[in-house]
């Protein structure tokens, strides 16, 4: 066949050669950008940590002094500061909303973690001066003294640790194991508290490696997808900000509860118990998993008494961990019942004790002694309560739902405490997730998550210098809410809508687990 001029025109046409970009190249783009853009906030904050974060005494810090002395410094930083925040905030919800386009969401997550994470992990301790009472209680150890027993106030010069004085007479409430880790930094320091803080970091930044990698693993048997659980747990601003920037060690805690599940889905129940409990013994809200991970012991067994009996096991195994560690470390029993007490601490988003400060106000017309008794009342109720949810939770267990109901027990427990901080999210998050607990529950641990990060930002000792002394503790949350607001609304701005994050690709793929899940 003779080819026609217009084929011959058609073939040695240029333009006919050229491509057009691929989308999945301009999601790639996109995503890029995006995390650029957390990666930028990160950067801020970490800069902005060397002048309000918390050093040691006789510090001295990089970057120009006027930016902490002087009120112009002082509003420019705090600036800084929440706008790092926004940034890292607003570039985690961007990439949920991309995440079910991606190509290649592994690689898009990793490079995420990384720009986000490692700007922090250059920073000074900011939120949080907890890492330097990791360090004096570790000094404690080192010198045979039992950090359970006595505040790190028994130390000479002890305020040249950086230790917060609210806590410095109070006994540890830290477990054996994180105590054995606290004393070998404080001797590998060389008295440094800044070269602890470093070492501090390291066991943080591990702790979040291990715990993207458990969760991979945990979702292999729960059957839920696992990009949008690193996305939502590991990529999680709140994880960052508490876990990284703050040091706070319950990052070290949920890595360890998560491979107890692991290592129990994967026919290795009694191993699991042995984790748990060396997780219970960094802090004992952990020994909570100990009776829905016995649930997982071979073989399988119907029946209230054989969930007894099995439960009897998993907590005599993690009973056992927990009393070695205690042999080996040097440390007594007395952590256990060193919990923050409420008459130094009170944080108003602790349901139960804003309900006792209540009605202790009203029992105040009955005198002191009522007002007191009333709020202790009122509190202890609230623990019972997490106890018998704990125990309801655990009879309408089996298999298949150890590691969701474990989760759930560990945030009734948050929610029912006299004491909450914005970090004990962390405790329940990554069980929950990975095991999938509805849109509805997702979507509002995303904006939870939001919000007590953005909280976090307001309430640091980085921030609130600039806001009068008085009456703050009430304005601070609704200016934390209306920044939510705000960063929802700056998402849905951009065209790709909130309801694109709280729709359900994302979500769906988080929450409906597969119908072969073992969890």
Request: proline share 8%; aromatic share 8%.
């Amino acid at each position: 066949m003779t080819a026609t001029a217009d084929d011959g025109d058609h073939a040695t046409d240029p333009s006919s050669q050229q491509t057009c970009p691929s989308p999945e190249s301009g999601r790639g783009e996109r995503t890029g950008r995006i995390v650029i853009v957390g990666a930028a906030g990160s950067g801020i904050l970490a800069a902005a940590s060397w002048v309000s974060g918390w050093l040691p005494p006789g510090t001295n810090t990089p970057l120009p002094a006027f930016l902490h002395t002087a009120v112009p410094g002082r509003i420019l930083l705090t600036t800084l500061i929440l706008v790092g925040g926004l940034l890292l905030v607003g570039a985690w919800l961007a990439l949920g909303t991309r995440l079910p386009k991606l190509p290649d969401p592994k690689r898009s997550l990793r490079a995420a973690l990384l720009a986000w994470a490692l700007p922090l992990a250059l920073a000074a301790p900011m939120l949080s001066r907890d890492v330097f009472s990791y360090y004096a209680q570790g000094l404690l150890l080192a010198d045979g003294v039992d950090p359970g027993t006595v505040g790190v106030s028994a130390l000479p010069d002890w305020r040249s640790t950086g230790a917060d004085p609210l806590w410095s007479a109070r006994p540890s409430p830290y477990g054996p194991v994180a105590l054995g880790v606290q004393a070998a930094i404080a001797e590998a320091s060389a008295d440094e508290p800044l070269i602890a803080v470093a070492l501090f970091r390291v066991v943080s930044l591990i702790s979040l490696l291990g715990l993207v990698i458990g969760l991979r693993r945990l979702v292999v048997h729960t059957g839920v997808n696992p990009g949008p659980v690193i996305w939502l747990v590991a990529l999680n601003p709140l994880v960052l900000l508490q876990g990284v920037l703050a040091i706070h060690n319950d990052l070290w805690l949920v890595t360890c509860i998560v491979w107890a599940f692991v290592l129990a889905l994967q026919r290795q129940a009694l191993l699991g118990c042995i984790v748990a409990g060396l997780a219970g013994s960094i802090k004992p809200v952990a020994l909570i998993c100990l009776p829905f991970i016995a649930l997982l012991l071979r073989p399988p067994r119907d029946g209230l008494a054989w969930r007894t009996a099995y439960a009897i096991v998993g907590v005599s195994v993690g009973a056992a961990v927990v009393a070695v560690t205690v042999i080996l470390t040097g440390t007594g029993y007395s952590w256990l019942g060193a919990t923050p007490p409420t008459d130094i601490t009170w944080t108003w988003l602790a349901p139960v004790s804003s309900l006792a400060f209540a009605l202790g106000w009203i029992a105040m017309l009955a005198g002191p002694a009522t007002s007191r008794a009333t709020m202790s009342a009122v509190q202890y109720a609230g623990l019972i309560l997490a106890l018998g949810l704990t125990v309801w939770l655990w009879l309408r267990s089996d298999r298949h739902r150890a590691v969701r109901n474990a989760g759930l027990a560990l945030m009734s427990l948050v929610l029912l405490s006299p004491i909450v901080q914005p970090w004990y999210l962390l405790w329940g998050l990554p069980l929950v997730i990975a095991a999938g607990i509805g849109v509805r529950w997702t979507a509002a641990l995303i904006l939870g998550s939001v919000w007590l990060s953005l909280f976090s930002l307001f309430t640091s000792s980085a921030t609130r210098t600039v806001y009068p002394s008085a009456g703050d503790d009430l304005l601070l949350p609704f200016l934390a809410l209306a920044l939510t607001a705000a960063v929802g609304a700056a998402v849905r701005i951009t065209g790709r809508g909130v309801e694109s994050l709280l729709d359900l690709p994302s979500l769906r793929a988080i929450s409906v687990p597969h119908p072969d899940g073992a969890a």
